[in-house]
Structures are given as C-alpha cells and as structure tokens.
C-alpha cells in the first residue's frame, strides 16, 4: 500500500520539529514585504514603520476600546534568515475581536503597498471559511494553506495549476508562495464576490468597535471604583475569572469578615462601568448568592434599597476582582501586576481615594440593554420570511437580524444549488477521490446486496396454508383441490392487479383483516370452546372446571364432526369451511 506523502521530516531527514497548532479562540497574523530589490535591512525598517503606523492606528481606533481578553500586537520576528512582523491574540468568546484585527490588517495593507498579509486561526483560513458558497470547487482546506493573502485592501487566491498538476493537490509552501507572489502577480485570482463574502463582516467597521461596548451603573467599593477609573480594561479579567470560577476561587469570598476581602463593601458607590458586550452578557447571566460580607452590607446600607439590579451587578463585579487578585495562577499577568501596584500606591499615601463629588463629576452612562433582549416569535418569522417589513420589534439589535438573514439566504441558496455532479470529483485533491471512492464502492455494495435480497424473498403460499390448516385443526389440503387452487389463483392474480392499482393500500389492510377476523370467527378457531381433539374423541381427560362435590367432573370430547360453539350447540363440519380463494385473493392483494 503506499504511504501517503506529506512535508513532515522524521529524525535523520532534517526533522525542525512537530507541526504547529493553534489554540482553540486564538488567531494568528503575520505581514511579510516582499521585495525582491530590497536588503533586509531595508525590509526591516519598513517593518518598523508599519508596526509603528499599527500602534497610531489602534491609538485612534481603539481610544475606549476594551478587549475581550488579547490585544492585538505586532513584534519583529526573524525566521530562516527571513524578517517579518508577527502577532498572536487569544480572543476568547469574542469573535468580534477576530474581524476587528481582519479589520486593522486590512487598513495597513492600503498603508503599505508592499506589505502582504496572512491571518489564521483554529479553523484555518477563515476567511475561506466565510466565502465558502463562492469559492471554486478545486480550493477545499486541504490545499488553501499559504494561498489567502491580503494587499493593497484586496482578498488575493494563489490558484491552482491545472487540474491534472500535482501542485494543485496539495498544500503550497511558503516559499513557492513568494515565489509566485513575487513572480506572478498578475496571475493572483481576485475575485470580488468572494472578498465581498470574506469581508462581510467589516462592513460595520469603524463603527462597530464603540458599538461592541455596554455602559452600565454598578454599585461598587470606592477604592474599585478607583481602579476601574484609572484603566476601563481591567474589567475584562475580573468577568472572565468570575465567569470560569471553580469552588477554590469562591472559598476566600466565604469569610464573613469583610476586613479580609481586598474589596470590602463598606464604603460603596454608584459609578458607571464599561463593558464588553460579551463580557456584559457573561455576568448579567450567572446566578450566583451574595457572598456573606455582602449580605451584611445590603442589610446595614439603606440606599441599596431600589437599587437591586445596580447592587447584584456590582457584587459580581467586585467578586470577580478578588478571584482575579487572589488567584496564585495570574500573579504575572499584566493587569494583575498594575492593579497590585495602584493598591499599593493607595496604602502607601502616594494616592488617594476619589471623593463623591469626583465620582460625581465622572460620566453617568447607562446604555440600553435592548440587545440582550430575544423575541422568540420574531425569530421564527425572520427564519421563514414572513415577518412584515415595517415590524420593528425583531429579536436582538440590527446586526444580530442581518446576520440571520445572511446566513438563511446562503443555507437557501446550498439547497437551491443543482449544478454539482460527478464531474465535479475531478477537483477534488487526492485524499477526497480516494474517500469518496470507498465510500461510493461501500454504498454501490450495499445497493447490490439489498437488491439481491430483495430478488430472493419469495412467498410460499403453500408453506402458509399448510400452517393455516394446521392452526385451525384443519385436514391437509388434498391433490384435487390443489388443482382447483391452481386454477382460481390464476384469475385471483389477474383481478387483483387490475384492482390494487385502484385501492388504497391502507385500507386494502384494514379490509383484508377484517375479513380474515371474520372468516376465523364464523369458523370457531377463535373461540376456546372449540378446541380440537388431542388423541382421539374417545379418550377423556380431566376438565379444567374446578372440583364440585369432592369429585373430579370427568368430560369427553365430542365426536369428530360434532364439535361445540361457545352455547354448547353442535357444530356441523361444514360449518368450518372456509372459501380459500377469497383469502388467497386478499393476500394477493398485499403482494401488488
């Protein structure tokens, strides 16, 4: 059997180590200029221009803006004597953030010309992924690695090179990337109904980054409130350690004794928090009991009155703040380390708390929560189209109805494509064919074998009236009336294929039970009374009637020819014959 081929190197053939993985929720970016004229001195100090022209950017962009756990970052890197920019970002339950940075990535290559850009994550090229009703049937994931490309604000393809070219059924290397980009630009696929697709969600930019955000007035300690006004972006940590706590990060909020809380909630205050949608959604929607110190000061603190949701959301604030700071595992996180250094400014005189009427003067904003809000009804009608135009309830915000219109209108479009077939196999990479032919041999198997039972099963008609006999106590069927048999089955057949057609098959079944129940009845078989002979009719056998008198009643069969119905009357012989043919002619029927 041969051993599929792939790029990996085993020890003694040059091995440079095992593939890379991404985490799941992380993306990963990298810009390269490609400049066959230029050093790499020079190439490096492009380099510092666009991520320096990066940080300008995102210090205008994203004055306010909060990320959901990673921000994104460029670092000059060098790999195999080659230097580019690179930059990682965990995203965490975030995907706007993802398109925020296709976003910023986009603007830098409209900046910089000569600047061409990757961006991948867990999925891989994602980008595809968004395109995926408009791409041609040659670019699956198996081959798109290193072929997606952003310039010059374009989505560029690296294509194929024939259909029967090796090199259009695999993966492209790096450097046979460069090479072409390099070498053959004019030959890039761009097409604009697959940027449209893959760009799709930059069309609410730069708008979107203040819409990604909620306002919302919590009621928190002062000495947080002063935290939270020198960096809005703390908030994220804190929701994200209250949002994946376990049993150990709740223990320390267990004590009743507030002194012990880094937060304490004896000197609280209404201020106005800022929040990721997600992280806002993430806190709104956990239960979770007051911790003890909080339940003391709600009781003590008369202004919490009226005040539940503002008081419930700052609670859950505040403890997330101290499973973020108590937690040995995030000693050395950025964030923890600046907190740490404002608390301990406080502690030591260098800072002060702020005054109400400083907080007073801070902005009071309370964003509506309409986004969070879900009408169910509105929901199906956006699903199947009939909802009316000028019905402005829906479910969820704008954004949320577009994106759902969107993604019907593709699923709509999937089912309405007939154009696939058997020539489209011929596209497909090596790995695909070979799949899809065992799976084809498998499924053509199946067919045979299904066919081949079916052409086997036959009814034995003969078979199933000796058992009927049998069962009615009925003498075998003798020579003669076989023939007989013979003979009406013949017109039986043509009849009732001349009739099936015509019947409905339910209750052609319904009848045909019916009839049989009838035929049964009148011939006694379903009456209990009306049981055959064991031996002889004259050999007796105790009765099942139970003991009357001491003794045992003693009952004979009647004689053959004389069996008894159910009111004790005799039954003649010809009582029991039943007309086979109509019984052969309603399972005929069944057959048809």
């Given at each position: 059997?041969d051993i599929?081929?792939?790029d990996?190197?085993?020890?003694?053939?040059?091995f440079?180590?095992?593939?890379?993985?991404?985490?799941?929720?992380?993306?990963q970016y990298?810009l390269?200029?490609?400049?066959?004229t230029?050093?790499?001195?020079q190439?490096r100090?492009l380099?510092?221009k666009?991520?320096?022209?990066?940080?300008a950017l995102?210090r205008?962009?994203?004055k306010e803006?909060?990320?959901?756990?990673?921000?994104?970052?460029?670092?000059?890197?060098?790999?195999?004597?080659?230097?580019?920019?690179?930059?990682r970002?965990n995203f965490?339950d975030?995907?706007?953030?993802?398109?925020?940075?296709v976003?910023?990535?986009?603007?830098?290559?409209?900046?910089?010309?000569?600047?061409?850009?990757?961006?991948?994550?867990?999925?891989g090229?994602?980008?595809?992924?968004e395109?995926?009703d408009t791409?041609?049937?040659?670019?699956?994931?198996?081959?798109?690695?290193?072929r997606?490309w952003?310039?010059?604000g374009?989505?560029l393809i690296?294509?194929?090179?024939g259909k029967?070219?090796?090199?259009h059924?695999?993966s492209?290397?790096?450097?046979?990337a460069?090479d072409?980009?390099?070498?053959r630009e004019?030959d890039?696929l761009?097409?604009?109904?697959?940027?449209?697709?893959?760009f799709?969600?930059l069309?609410?930019?730069?708008?979107?980054i203040?819409?990604?955000l909620h306002?919302?007035?919590?009621?928190?300690?002062r000495?947080?409130a002063h935290?939270?006004h020198?960096?809005a972006a703390?908030i994220s940590?804190?929701?994200?350690?209250f949002?994946?706590?376990?049993?150990i990060?709740?223990?320390p909020?267990?004590?009743?004794?507030?002194s012990?809380?880094?937060?304490?909630?004896d000197?609280l205050?209404?201020?106005?928090?800022?929040?990721?949608r997600?992280g806002?959604?993430q806190?709104?929607g956990?239960?979770?009991q007051?911790?003890?110190?909080?339940?003391?000061s709600?009781a003590?603190?008369?202004?919490s009155?009226?005040?539940?949701?503002?008081?419930?959301?700052g609670m859950?604030v505040?403890?997330?703040f101290?499973?973020?700071?108590?937690?040995p595992?995030?000693?050395?996180?950025q964030?923890v380390?600046e907190i740490?250094?404002?608390l301990?400014?406080?502690?030591a005189?260098d800072?002060h708390?702020p005054?109400d009427e400083?907080?007073s003067?801070?902005?009071q904003?309370?964003?509506?929560e309409?986004?969070?809000?879900?009408n169910f009804d509105?929901?199906?009608?956006?699903l199947s189209?009939?909802?009316?135009?000028?019905?402005?309830?829906?479910?969820?915000?704008?954004e949320?109805?577009?994106?759902?219109k969107r993604?019907?209108?593709?699923f709509e479009?999937?089912?309405?494509?007939?154009?696939?077939g058997?020539?489209?196999a011929?596209?497909?990479?090596d790995?695909?064919?070979?799949?899809?032919?065992?799976?084809a041999?498998e499924s053509a198997?199946?067919?045979?074998?299904?066919?081949?039972d079916?052409?086997?099963i036959d009814?034995n008609e003969e078979?199933?009236?000796?058992l009927m006999?049998?069962?009615?106590?009925?003498p075998?069927?003798?020579?003669?009336?076989k023939a007989?048999e013979s003979?009406?089955?013949?017109?039986?057949?043509?009849?009732?294929?001349?009739e099936?057609?015509?019947?409905?098959e339910?209750t052609d079944i319904?009848?045909?039970m019916?009839d049989?129940?009838n035929?049964?009845?009148?011939a006694?078989?379903?009456?209990?009374?009306?049981?055959?002979?064991?031996e002889?009719?004259?050999?007796t056998?105790?009765?099942s009637?139970p003991?009357?008198?001491g003794?045992?009643?003693?009952?004979?069969?009647?004689?053959?020819?004389?069996?008894?119905?159910?009111?004790g009357s005799p039954i003649d012989?010809?009582?029991?014959?039943?007309?086979?043919?109509?019984?052969?002619?309603l399972?005929?029927?069944l057959?048809?």
């Open positions: 059997m599929p081929k792939d990996f190197k085993w020890f003694g053939e040059g440079d180590g095992f593939p890379k993985v991404l985490p799941d929720d992380c993306t990298m390269y200029i490609l400049d066959a230029a050093s790499d001195f190439i100090e380099l510092r666009v991520q320096t022209a990066a940080t995102c205008t962009l994203l803006f909060i990320w959901q756990r990673d921000n994104f970052n460029l670092e000059l890197v060098q790999n195999h004597g080659l230097s580019f920019l690179q930059g970002t965490g975030s995907v706007e953030d993802e398109w925020l940075i976003y910023l990535l986009r603007e830098l290559s409209r900046q910089f010309p000569l600047t061409w850009i990757r961006i991948v994550d867990s999925d090229e994602f980008l595809l992924v395109a995926a791409l041609p049937r040659w670019l699956n994931p198996e081959i798109a690695e290193n997606v952003i310039n010059k374009r989505l690296i294509p194929g090179q029967t070219s090796a090199a059924k695999r492209l290397k790096l450097d046979d460069f072409f980009i390099q070498h004019s890039l761009h097409t604009l109904s697959i940027e449209s697709e893959a799709y969600r069309q609410k930019y730069p708008q979107q203040q819409n990604s306002r919302a007035i919590v009621t928190i300690p000495k947080l935290v939270l020198e960096n703390y940590p804190a929701v994200e350690a949002y994946l706590r376990d049993p990060a709740v223990r909020l267990q004590a009743k004794n507030p012990k809380l880094l937060f304490p909630p000197d205050v209404a201020v106005s928090v800022k929040f990721t997600v806002y959604a806190l709104k956990q239960d979770f007051n911790p003890p110190a909080w339940v003391a709600a003590e603190d008369p202004r009155i009226g005040h539940a949701e503002s008081e419930a959301m859950k505040t403890c997330g101290e499973m973020l700071m108590g937690d595992q995030n000693i050395d996180k964030s380390r740490q250094l404002l301990e400014d406080l502690e005189g800072d708390l005054s400083t907080i003067m801070w902005p904003t309370q964003d509506n309409s986004w969070l809000d879900i509105d929901f199906e009608k956006e189209g009939t909802r009316h135009p000028t019905h402005r309830s829906g479910f969820g915000d704008k949320a109805q577009d994106n759902l993604l019907v209108s593709r479009n999937f089912l309405n494509n007939d154009e696939g058997a020539q489209d011929e596209y497909l990479d790995m695909d064919n070979d799949n899809d032919s065992d799976i041999n198997s199946i067919d045979s074998e299904g066919e081949g079916e052409q086997t009814f078979r199933f009236d000796s006999r049998d069962m009615m106590g009925l075998p069927m003798t020579a003669p009336e007989m003979d009406g089955k013949i017109d039986s057949d043509v009849t009732s294929q001349q099936g057609k015509c019947v409905d339910d319904r009848k045909v019916q049989m129940e035929e049964l009845r009148d006694g078989a379903l009456s209990l009374a009306a049981l055959p002979p064991v002889s009719h004259d050999k056998i105790l009765s009637q003991v009357a008198n003794k045992a009643a003693n009952q004979k069969f009647p004689p053959a020819g004389k069996v008894s119905s159910e009111d012989d010809s009582e029991l014959d039943i007309d086979f043919d109509r019984a052969k002619e399972l005929a029927r057959d048809v």
